[in-house]
């Protein structure tokens, strides 16, 4: 309990100072806990005793005898060698869609496709027929790499149809009843940025991957309001479990409202940052942002973060766009979401309005574009700037942007484009859990010398 009150305060990003420093004249605080291990956060990561907290703000950490002497506490906790810590900020997560995926079915894990179909039959036991059964979980790389089909989801919901997503969200597969619902057939056309993956007489095999899941997606129950509430208050709890304070991620606007909702009752228990989408036009990113700014938030609670966009797709399900083939699959590059010059022109518009912009790229080949949309929006924002001027010198065009553009995961970089990181000034979002849930079988998609620029951190921090 001890833990989770402090965890559930809000943090204040400040560097942690002795006593003397921190004290205020006031002695009256709300929580002290001493006796405890409380880690700072600083650069040495210097350890205190004790902790004094007044409403959200610590107002001083030293040795338990220092702050028991000079505050007076309404609680008092003794942590009895327990360790504290700052709490943590997820940088990247699709929050509602946590919350969400535990009212739905759970794959994660299924050590081979007949587990994976025994859960998906135990919950439609729970649902009336014709009820669509949605999750999320499920990892082929289990189960010697073969990919499910229709099929196989058939032969345990002929009337229930079925929309599951492999553990990234990149790719799904769905039984027969969700193909007919969704008016998919042979003469069906992939989107650009995906694909359908199709059996040998040219018919849906029940895979699709990356925009082509928009196609069943067209026919899904839209998600209610209820159920979007009790996504969140899920996901809130499991935070809190985990220590997390803050979040950003989740291009998902359009649940402002609910949020907004929970933070007048005091019931928003997580700050989030919430991203807008990438795709949307530079005229609704500013309305969004005009309406936003409009509702007057505590904007230490609930703010508009990066603008997010997708590049490509992900690695465990080959669909990261890369510059040569798979190691382990000749045939296949990946699948970039847009053309290159489409995605840097889309890149330089909404750096020239203003936005933050955070991109999704796995693959060398989707980096790589990044990088260079990013190059031409630093030039494009120069040449505007010496225009009004009306000087132009070598000297004028700016190294670093000033917006500190990122890219999420840049799971697997050109040798060459490493340094182009800090040239340009662009934050490399990276994801440590992708290094751990790869290791099984990355090499193989990639090869030894593409695995040298695969989850560098060590190379971007030199």
């Given at each position: 309990m001890m833990l989770k009150k402090l965890l559930s305060?809000?943090?204040?990003?400040?560097?942690?100072?002795p006593m003397v420093l921190l004290a205020q004249p006031d002695p009256n605080v709300d929580l002290l806990l001493y006796n405890g291990k409380i880690f700072s956060a600083d650069k040495m990561g210097t350890t205190y005793q004790?902790?004094?907290?007044?409403?959200?703000?610590?107002?001083?950490?030293?040795?338990?005898?220092?702050?028991?002497?000079?505050?007076?506490?309404?609680?008092?906790i003794n942590l009895r060698g327990k360790l504290v810590t700052p709490g943590f900020n997820d940088a990247h997560i699709h929050f509602i869609g946590v919350g969400l995926s535990l009212l739905r079915v759970d794959l994660n894990g299924s050590k081979?496709?007949?587990?994976?179909?025994k859960r998906i039959a135990a919950k439609?036991?729970?649902?009336?027929?014709?009820?669509?059964?949605?999750g999320r979980g499920w990892d082929h790389t289990l189960w010697n790499n073969r990919l499910p089909t229709r099929q196989d989801l058939d032969e345990v919901s002929p009337n229930n149809p079925v929309f599951v997503q492999r553990v990234d969200g990149h790719i799904a597969v769905a039984n027969s009843l969700a193909f007919k619902l969704a008016g998919v057939t042979s003469a069906t056309k992939a989107p650009i940025g995906g694909e359908i993956v199709r059996d040998e007489k040219g018919e849906p095999a029940g895979v699709l991957k990356e925009t082509s899941q928009d196609l069943i997606g067209r026919a899904l129950p839209k998600t209610t309001r209820a159920e979007i509430l009790k996504g969140i208050r899920l996901a809130m709890?499991?935070?809190?479990?985990f220590g997390l304070t803050s979040t950003q991620g989740g291009a998902?606007?359009?649940?402002?409202?609910?949020?907004?909702?929970?933070?007048?009752?005091?019931?928003?228990t997580i700050r989030i940052a919430v991203w807008q989408n990438f795709e949307n036009s530079v005229a609704t990113l500013k309305k969004q942002r005009a309406d936003f700014n409009a509702l007057g938030l505590d904007r230490n609670r609930l703010k508009l973060g990066i603008l997010k966009g997708y590049m490509d797709g992900s690695l465990g399900s080959r669909t990261a766009a890369m510059l040569e083939p798979y190691s382990d699959d000749p045939t296949n590059s990946g699948i970039p979401r847009r053309p290159a010059a489409e995605m840097i022109k889309m890149i330089v518009e909404r750096d020239k309005a203003g936005f933050q912009i955070g991109l999704h790229a796995i693959g060398d080949r989707t980096n790589r574009t990044a990088l260079d949309g990013f190059k031409s929006a630093v030039f494009s924002s120069a040449i505007n700037s010496v225009k009004k001027?009306?000087?132009?010198?070598?000297?004028?065009?700016?190294?670093?942007?000033?917006?500190?553009?990122?890219?999420?995961?840049?799971?697997?970089?050109?040798?060459?484009?490493?340094?182009?990181?800090?040239?340009?000034?662009i934050i490399a979002s990276m994801q440590p859990t992708h290094a751990i849930t790869d290791k099984r079988w990355a090499p193989a998609r990639l090869g030894e010398y593409r695995t040298l620029g695969a989850y560098a951190w060590r190379t971007f921090k030199s």
């Open positions: 305060l809000c943090f204040v990003s400040i560097l942690i100072l004790a902790v004094a907290i007044r409403g959200e703000k610590i107002v001083a950490v030293g040795n338990t005898g220092q702050l028991r002497r000079k505050f007076k506490a309404k609680k008092e081979t496709l007949e587990e994976a179909k439609i036991k729970e649902l009336p027929k014709g009820v669509w059964v949605l709890d499991l935070a809190k479990r998902d606007y359009s649940n402002i409202p609910i949020y907004r909702e929970l933070l007048k009752k005091n019931a928003l001027r009306g000087v132009v010198t070598p000297t004028t065009f700016p190294t670093y942007p000033d917006k500190l553009h990122r890219i999420e995961h840049a799971q697997v970089v050109a040798p060459s484009d490493f340094k182009r990181f800090a040239k340009l000034g």
